[in-house]
């Protein structure tokens, strides 16, 4: 099967996050997109997880990880806090897609390293990326 490049950042997210509708309705979760509702400090409600999706054209390793300040809040605070980075979305092909999950002890460190800015910059050193489990994770209960 031939999948055309995704173009624009809208067309990007929306890739990702039906990705992780996917992979989380697998694991057994009842995931909700809540991009749109402006209180929830994440993407997608998918009980017990808050997940925040980073969506990234092509490959996000070595690179920070920007936070909002209510996404930054969470995950200092929420033990169920998910911060689900997906990258090479670009190509179009899902099964091509990476998926990279932070949370809890690992999520903790790199929230150690965090600066503020308009956003909280993550940091993601190469060695926490290659760490970070992938499509097992989300079937972690």
């Known amino acids: 099967m031939t999948f055309e490049p995704l173009v624009g950042n809208r067309a990007i997210e929306a890739a990702a996050i039906d990705h992780v509708l996917t992979l989380e309705r697998a694991a057994g979760r009842m995931p909700v997109d809540r991009r749109f509702d402006a209180g929830f400090p994440g993407d997608i409600n998918s009980p017990p997880r808050v997940i925040e999706v980073k969506a990234v054209g092509k490959n996000q390793r070595g690179w920070f990880v920007p936070l ?72 972690d209960t």
């Open 68 to 139: 909002e300040p209510a996404q930054y809040r969470a995950a200092t605070t929420d033990p169920n806090f998910y911060l689900y980075v997906v990258d090479n979305i670009r190509q179009g092909d899902p099964e091509q897609f990476r998926l990279k999950v932070f949370a809890g002890e690992q999520l903790g460190r790199l929230l150690s390293g965090a600066k503020r800015g308009e956003y909280w910059e993550l940091p993601v050193p190469v060695a926490e990326f290659d760490a970070a489990p992938g499509p097992e994770a989300v079937a």
